[in-house]
């Protein structure tokens, strides 16, 4: 199945976004056969990625509370069943979480987090078995200077895990 971020205009213009699951073996008429798995009033929802098995969603929440352009909004992180269920938080801490990525194995969780005034590479140990986190999370970059950093504008940086490289954008 296909994951697909929707947006609907919602209150004060800004717009709903949730994630709908798409079975392309429908095609070509897929859309009859979509649902809707990741959604919350409260939230718009980005960033989702299957886990390797395919029994694991690992996205970011961004709380439409906070208002737009504002420098302490927040995001967090969460894992789902792909199957539907309830949300397990990842990073929920009041700072800025983005870009969840898993390893190839599906056992480490990464993604950008603004832990201290820049944004860096982080990790956290995943059990694909229980769909919970497991130990601390763990800092993979030290990208702490205005020389050497991830830039603040998350919409422009994409990055990439494979078994042996971590590529990002800087």
Known sequence: PLLSQGAIKGDFDIPDVAVWQIPISAAPHAELQERKIIADPRFN???PHYSP???WIVFEAVDKRSPVGVIERSSSLFVMPAAGGPWTPIIDDGNWADKPRW???GKIIYFLW???SFLNVWGIHFNPETGKPTGD???V???NSPDLMVPGHVGSIEFSVSRKS?????
Do not use: A, E, M, Y
Not at 166 to 170: K, M, S
């Open 114 to 116: 603004s832990h201290d």
């Open 166 to 170: 971590l590529v990002t954008t800087l």
């Open 45 to 47: 929802i980005f960033q």
């Open 141 to 143: 970059t030290s990208l």
């Open 103 to 105: 390893s190839p194995d």
């Open 137 to 139: 999370r763990f800092r």
């Open 53 to 55: 098995n395919g029994k």
